[in-house]
């Protein structure tokens, strides 16, 4: 049997196989020692991949999870969407998700993965291989470092340079100590970037940070806002995992419950956990108050319905769902952690909660709800702030300088920034 067949790829119960024994890895990780970064052996310094780096064009396939709705989807679509308003070309390989619909009309060639937990096989291996080397992309951009995903085997197979955007801080979210995958590795926040090269023990001419963008989508109606006989609609958007509190969330319903009546919370999201949080809700007694919705049609459509939005920020790119809320113009309640400090404002453009603190969340619920003036001027500020600091298209120019850097075997920028006024100190909750 061809080597090619032989290994874990697409197997999540296997342990991924070691690359660094082979000559090629050793070879890069040797590489490394030196002053310039020499990425994959053999990669040809072609006449496209110059044209690329002058017209600041480029070729690239983004390898992805499935396309649920989460963190990392968000991340992957206005990733996919800046690129190509960049004038650059983009592959995109995925599993299959509710949120492939999200593409639709946009110029990107899209490949299908197997789902998770399904192997790919030889043949299909073959077929994936030739898409990608038919596309001839000048660079791999993962969204995340999950080894299940073929970003590094096909990296090594065309012999092109392999990035990955790093997250979280978990240590599921951040790539093996001294790890060897990939050729650069870009950091969402500040807190990641340290954790690359403190923890993680990376070279810092291998680390970039480019921080997260959204586009705004709709500024908030002062008449919808301010109509007192509306009924507030409070929903936690996000994963069904093993990570994310649901309990404080349904134990400030209850207590609001006993203040407002009239108000509605929902649970957006699916995932392992959904009958244990339904099982939560029916032991409080809230099955009538609180609301949860597993799919939608239309995910564009997902922060229209509310007036408040929570988000554990434990869940993964937890910063993409804050950030989603921020650009419908809805001021947003979210635990501190992360990438948030550099999100949210705590009393500006939204508020900030301990983790699993019930009390101080119902607090800050009933301020939002109670009243409606201060509602409306956290909502505006945040829809103000995605204006103007988180531009997708300064988030593309970032990546595209990263890309070059990267084809050309040097050290990445040390910042890419998107936001487009000045950045502010990290914040805590006051």
């Known amino acids: 049997m061809n080597s090619d067949s032989k290994g874990t790829f697409g197997n999540r119960n296997a342990r991924p196989a070691s690359r660094r024994d082979t000559a090629r890895v050793e070879s890069r990780a040797g590489s490394r020692s030196t002053d310039r970064v020499d990425g994959r052996p053999g990669k040809p310094d072609t006449a496209r991949v110059r044209r690329a780096a002058d017209e600041r064009r480029w070729r690239v396939t983004v390898v992805a999870p499935a396309l649920e709705f989460n963190g990392l989807t968000l991340y992957t679509l206005t990733l996919v969407r800046a690129l190509v308003e960049m004038g650059n070309t983009v592959q995109l390989l995925a599993p299959p998700g509710p ?3 999200s593409l639709s009309g946009l110029a990107v060639q899209v490949v299908p993965l197997p789902p998770a937990r399904q192997r790919l096989g030889f043949f299909g291996w073959r077929k994936l291989r030739a898409a990608v080397e038919s596309f001839g992309p000048d660079v791999l951009h993962a969204v995340s470092p999950d080894l ?8 090594d197979a065309l012999e092109r340079s392999l990035c990955v ?3 979280g801080v978990k240590p599921h979210e951040l ?8 050729d650069g590795y870009i950091a969402c926040d500040a807190a990641v970037r340290e954790r690359l090269v403190n923890d993680c023990l990376l070279p ?8 997260l963008a959204v586009s705004p989508m709709r500024a908030p109606e002062e008449a919808h806002v301010m109509d007192l006989r509306a009924t507030p609609a409070v929903g936690m958007l996000g994963p069904l995992e093993d990570s994310v509190g649901f309990g404080a969330f349904l134990d400030a319903a209850g207590r ?3 203040k407002s009546n009239d108000t509605i919370f929902t649970i957006l999201g699916d995932g392992p956990r959904r009958s244990e949080v339904r099982k939560m809700a029916e032991d409080r007694g809230l099955l009538q108050r609180v609301v949860m919705v597993d799919r939608l049609f239309d995910y564009s459509l997902a922060w229209r319905p509310f007036d408040i939005v929570y988000v554990d920020t434990r869940q993964p790119a937890a910063g993409m769902m804050v950030l989603g809320a921020m650009a419908f113009g809805l ?12 999100l949210v404002e705590d009393g500006v453009d939204g508020l900030l909660v301990h983790r699993d603190d019930a009390e101080g969340l119902a607090q800050r619920f009933m301020l939002l709800i109670e009243n409606h003036q201060e509602r409306l001027r956290m909502g ?6 995605v204006e103007q600091e988180f531009s997708p298209q300064s988030m593309a120019l970032a990546l595209m300088d990263t890309y070059a850097a990267l084809v050309a075997g040097e050290s990445l920028p040390l910042r890419g920034d998107v936001a487009q006024g000045p950045r502010r100190p990290t914040r805590s909750i006051k």
């Open 380 to 385: 505006r500020a945040a829809f103000e702030r």
């Open 256 to 258: 609001i419950g006993t």
């Open 148 to 155: 299940d995903l073929p970003g590094v085997r096909l990296a």
């Open 175 to 182: 790539p093996k100590v001294e790890d060897t995958n990939f």
């Open 204 to 211: 810092r001419r291998l680390v970039t940070q480019i921080g």
């Open 99 to 101: 949120l492939n619909h």
């Open 331 to 342: 001021p947003v309640v979210a635990t501190e952690g992360g990438a948030v400090f550099e």
């Open 165 to 167: 955007t790093i997250h």
